[in-house]
T-cell receptor, first 118, second 112 residues
Framework: DTGVSQDPRHKITKRGQNVTFRCDPISEHNRLYWYRQTLGQGPEFLTY????????KSRLLSDRFSAERPKGSFSTLEIQRTEQGDSAMYLC????????????????FGPGTRLTVT | GDSVTQMEGPVTLSEEACLTINCTYTATGYPSLFWYVQYPGEGLQLLLKATKADDKGSNKGFEATYRKETTSFHLEKGSVQVSDSAVYFCALSQQAGTALIFGKGTTLSVSS
């Protein structure tokens, strides 16, 4: 049973460059989420998908950020023209509807991609 | 907007001591409440949850009760172990399957 995987695990880039991260959710999970976590803070929601549809985007997701899930399986998060303030851990999570004991969507998190912008 | 406030850490305890990590929330309606744990070098894991007022979530000896009147969801354990050393996050969600709103996290360090 493989969990949520993210690639790369670490990325160092220079300010102004574009970066793209990939997330592979747990197989058959129809919801996929992106969060950002900075040092000493809890994760902050960025966006989530149900299948290939992007259902919600946070105000944190500026125009430089774009997320896709073209076939309803893996997802990519791209940051254009990176800034030093983008340095953070980017977390991906996935979930599916569980009906046992009442409907719920438990979110399973990946290990994250740590981005450092120099 | 909705928010979660949890006690500042780090919390340092000896093995077998009692643990309480305070968590309060601000939200409209009746959110679901969660505790997530992050062990060193690992990803976030759901520890326990409660979906309505007065529900008690429990797992691995940890408990938390959803208190609507005090808007709280404090995490408790009667006897901590060294293996409980981790960062604990309180979180809420307004609707199943939507965004989680997290607190800043509380680091717990347990020594033998």
């Amino acid at each position: 049973d493989t969990g949520v995987s993210q690639d790369p695990r670490h990325k160092i880039t220079k300010r102004g460059q574009n970066v793209t991260f990939r997330c592979d959710p747990i197989s058959e999970h129809n919801r996929l989420y992106w969060y950002r976590q900075t040092l000493g803070q809890g994760p902050e929601f960025l966006t989530y998908f149900q299948n290939e549809a992007q259902l919600e985007k946070s105000r944190l997701l500026s125009d430089r950020f774009s997320a896709e899930r073209p076939k309803g399986s893996f997802s990519t998060l791209e940051i254009q023209r990176t800034e030093q303030g983008d340095s953070a851990m980017y977390l991906c999570a996935s979930s599916t509807l569980l009906v046992l004991g009442g409907a719920s969507y438990e979110q399973y998190f990946g290990p994250g991609t740590r981005l450092t912008v120099t | 907007g909705d928010s979660v406030t949890q006690m500042e850490g780090p919390v340092t305890l000896s093995e077998e001591a009692c643990l309480t990590i305070n968590c309060t929330y601000t939200a409209t309606g009746y959110p679901s409440l969660f505790w997530y744990v992050q062990y060193p070098g690992e990803g976030l894991q759901l520890l326990l949850k409660a979906t309505k007022a007065d529900d008690k979530g429990s797992n691995k000896g940890f408990e938390a009760t959803y208190r609507k009147e005090t808007t709280s969801f404090h995490l408790e354990k009667g006897s901590v172990q060294v293996s409980d050393s981790a960062v604990y996050f309180c979180a809420l969600s307004q609707q199943a399957g939507t965004a989680l709103i997290f607190g800043k996290g509380t680091t717990l360090s347990v020594s033998s």
